[in-house]
């Protein structure tokens, strides 16, 4: 497969999943700030901007990380090459660029999203029709996937696509666990209190996991529980573990034409698959769970830098 065709699926999938997390990241600060009483009521608000990963460049553009203007610059600002438009945008540039790479309802899930979006950009956006945008998103984005997994031929076209998507999502559900490490509580107190655990809730219920998280655990949301979920089981979609399962029995599917330059990205892929599929939740906990997604993030970062370089994106 030529490189600019496997960049442009591998994107195309990144882009999309992106819009999805960003969708959920809004609801789940939305969410968390709803049961707020205190004076940090824009503390969400903020936890948003920094696990969205854009904190430089927003406060250069705002003062103030509110509802108003966390919401306009991550859904809809035409500056910021993540907002929710741009990436649904980036997404049909990729899409139309590999056309005859893409099945035919590949290629009008993605282009009928795109076309969607106008209506969206040109509409007073009040409370009542931001919740029917977000969840617009998740719909489309969903769609999307389960249109090319329905679709496509296994041959590495779609093992490319796959990879974007789960990258995608194995670096959001660690930004989106780690937003509860960036949102103040008022006192030390609050700690396992009320707002404590309505944020928790919040989370599972943001990824769709409050179902999965009464089958596996039941009973009453416990922190460990939730990071177990979102990190260890493989049960879940969304998992860390989940997601580097599908990245390295993806990697380990296509087809290299050079072996020794794309042998980096598979190690630092199944290393960090072992690492999760045979982990323990109370070791990564004593160690601090921020510091684990912290060096996961990075480490997201650097198999994506891999993965270009070792099929010459």
């Given at each position: 497969?030529?490189?600019?065709?496997?960049?442009?699926?591998?994107?195309?999938?990144?882009?999309?999943?992106?819009?999805?997390?960003?969708?959920?990241?809004?609801?789940?600060?939305?969410?968390?700030?709803?049961?707020?009483?205190?004076?940090?009521?824009?503390?969400?608000?903020?936890?948003?901007?920094?696990?969205?990963?854009?904190?430089?460049?927003?406060?250069?553009?705002?003062?103030?990380?509110?509802?108003?203007?966390?919401?306009?610059?991550?859904?809809?600002?035409?500056?910021?090459?993540?907002?929710?438009?741009?990436?649904?945008?980036t997404?049909?540039?990729?899409?139309?660029?590999?056309?005859?790479?893409?099945?035919?309802?590949?290629?009008?899930?993605?282009?009928?999203?795109?076309?969607?979006?106008?209506?969206?950009?040109?509409?007073?956006?009040d409370?009542?029709?931001?919740?029917?945008?977000?969840?617009?998103?998740?719909?489309?984005?969903?769609?999307?996937?389960?249109?090319?997994?329905?679709?496509?031929?296994?041959?590495?076209g779609?093992h490319?696509?796959?990879?974007?998507?789960?990258l995608?999502?194995?670096d959001?559900?660690?930004?989106?666990?780690?937003?509860?490490?960036?949102v103040?509580?008022?006192?030390?107190?609050?700690?396992?209190?009320?707002?404590?655990?309505?944020?928790?809730?919040?989370?599972?219920?943001?990824?769709?996991?409050?179902?999965?998280?009464?089958?596996?655990?039941?009973?009453?949301?416990?922190?460990?529980?939730?990071?177990?979920?979102?990190?260890?089981?493989?049960?879940?979609?969304?998992?860390?573990?989940?997601?580097?399962?599908?990245?390295?029995?993806?990697?380990?599917?296509?087809?290299?034409?050079?072996?020794?330059?794309?042998?980096?990205?598979?190690?630092?892929?199944?290393?960090?698959?072992?690492?999760?599929?045979?982990?323990?939740?109370?070791?990564?906990?004593?160690?601090?769970?921020?510091?684990?997604?912290s060096?996961?993030?990075q480490?997201?970062?650097?198999?994506?830098?891999?993965?270009?370089?070792?099929?010459?994106?």
């Amino acid at each position: 497969m030529l490189a600019r065709t496997a960049s442009n699926l591998f994107w195309l999938a990144r882009y999309m999943e992106r819009a999805d997390y960003l969708a959920r990241l809004l609801q789940v600060a939305g969410h968390m700030s709803s049961v707020r009483v205190d004076a940090n009521g824009n503390s969400e608000w903020e936890s948003a901007i920094v696990a969205a990963g854009c904190q430089s460049a927003f406060f250069k553009k705002h003062s103030i990380a509110n509802a108003e203007s966390v919401i306009a610059y991550l859904a809809f600002d035409r500056d910021n090459p993540s907002s929710i438009c741009n990436c649904i945008e980036t997404s049909r540039r990729n899409a139309r660029a590999v056309r005859t790479a893409l099945t035919s309802d590949m290629w009008e899930a993605v282009n009928a999203s795109w076309m969607e979006l106008r209506d969206f950009e040109s509409s007073d956006m009040d409370d009542d029709r931001l919740i029917e945008f977000l969840d617009w998103v998740k719909a489309r984005t969903s769609m999307v996937h389960g249109v090319y997994a329905n679709t496509m031929l296994r041959r590495d076209g779609f093992h490319f696509t796959r990879l974007g998507q789960f990258l995608e999502r194995a670096d959001n559900t660690a930004r989106l666990l780690d937003v509860k490490y960036h949102v103040r509580l008022a006192t030390a107190e609050d700690v396992g209190g009320v707002v404590d655990y309505y944020q928790w809730l919040a989370i599972l219920r943001v990824v769709g996991a409050r179902r999965a998280y009464r089958v596996l655990f039941k009973g009453h949301v416990e922190p460990a529980q939730v990071a177990e979920l979102l990190l260890l089981r493989l049960e879940f979609p969304r998992s860390l573990a989940f997601c580097f399962e599908q990245i390295c029995l993806n990697l380990d599917a296509i087809v290299s034409h050079d072996p020794a330059i794309s042998t980096e990205c598979k190690r630092i892929a199944h290393a960090q698959y072992a690492a999760l599929r045979f982990g323990r939740i109370e070791p990564i906990i004593k160690q601090g769970l921020h510091e684990f997604l912290s060096e996961l993030i990075q480490r997201c970062d650097v198999l994506g830098q891999e993965i270009a370089k070792g099929h010459n994106f």
